[in-house]
Structures are given as structure tokens and as C-alpha cells.
């Protein structure tokens, strides 16, 4: 019996591939158990009535690491069970705030693809992935390098 929902493998990924992953909706629930796992004790995320009075921010803020991890999860889901190997190192820049209750996808490119040197049967992809808000506004980009199994390992 075939077994479904492994990820993809190294020559599944040619460069100019392009896909976006399912949605999600950022809580409050994830905001507070988030700051709270990471002892994130800064005052935009804990403290309401500083957002309400002095904040330039206003609104429940959900910390860019934590739209960066959601994106993540996003992506294991459905690109890397059993095929990612390793996380190598990434850029990230942050582009717009996300809130409780915006709703978040990853729009992927493959920007570079390559056999591992060192490790037979791997890859090396790296992907440009915008993390994008239901209105179309990115959060954040970043560049992950990832090492991939090969399908013929």
C-alpha cells in the first residue's frame, strides 16, 4: 500500500519551480503561546494597553519569528517529510506586520539547485519564499539553502 504525504525529492525541485503552500490563520492563542514558549517579553506583544496607548503599532502583532515559524510548518507539511535532510542557513528580510486573525501562505521559487560534493545522493535547493497576507501583502521574504534526498538514494 503506497503511503502518502512524503515530501519532495531533490529532482522534484528544478529551478523556476514555482508553489505556494495551504493557508493559515494566525490566533491570539498562537501569539500568547509563542511569546510565552520563548520568554518574548517585549512590550508590543504582552502588553495591550501599551499597544493601545503609546504604540505606533496597534493591534494584536504577531512577532515575525513566529510568522517565519508558521511558514515553516507550512512548508514541512508538504515539502520535506522524509526528503529534508538539513537546513544550511538563510537570508530573511521583513517586509509588512502580520495581526491575529490574518491568514498566511508561502509562495516558493526554486532560485538554485545542485548535487551535494560532500554527500552522494543529496541536493542542495535553495527557494526565495514570500510569506503572504490574505490581501496580498508579503510579510516577510527569506531564502532557505536545504539539503534534499535524492529520489534515487
Known amino acids: 500500500m503506497k503511503t502518502l504525504g512524503y515530501g519532495l525529492y531533490f529532482e522534484d525541485l528544478p529551478i523556476g519551480l514555482q508553489f505556494k503552500?495551504?493557508?493559515?490563520t494566525i490566533?491570539?492563542?498562537d501569539i500568547c503561546a509563542f511569546c510565552n514558549v520563548i520568554h518574548m517579553t517585549e512590550s508590543l506583544f504582552t502588553d495591550m494597553e501599551f499597544v493601545r496607548n503609546d504604540s505606533d503599532i496597534k493591534g494584536r502583532l504577531a512577532p515575525g519569528a513566529l510568522s517565519y515559524c508558521i511558514a515553516e510548518g507550512l512548508l514541512a507539511q508538504s515539502t520535506m517529510q522524509h526528503t529534508g535532510y538539513a537546513f544550511l542557513g538563510m537570508e530573511l528580510k521583513m517586509e509588512n506586520p502580520a495581526f491575529a486573525g490574518d491568514t498566511i501562505h508561502v509562495e516558493c521559487e526554486v532560485i538554485e539547485a545542485r548535487l551535494s560534493n560532500s554527500r552522494p545522493g543529496r541536493g542542495l535547493v535553495r527557494?526565495?519564499?514570500?510569506?503572504?497576507?490574505q490581501d496580498g501583502q508579503v510579510v516577510l521574504t527569506y531564502t532557505?539553502?536545504?539539503m534534499v534526498k535524492c529520489r534515487s538514494d
Open 21 to 24: 503552500t495551504l493557508r493559515r
Open 27 to 29: 490566533q491570539d492563542a
Open 127 to 133: 527557494t526565495r519564499n514570500n510569506v503572504v497576507k
Open 144 to 146: 532557505p539553502l536545504r
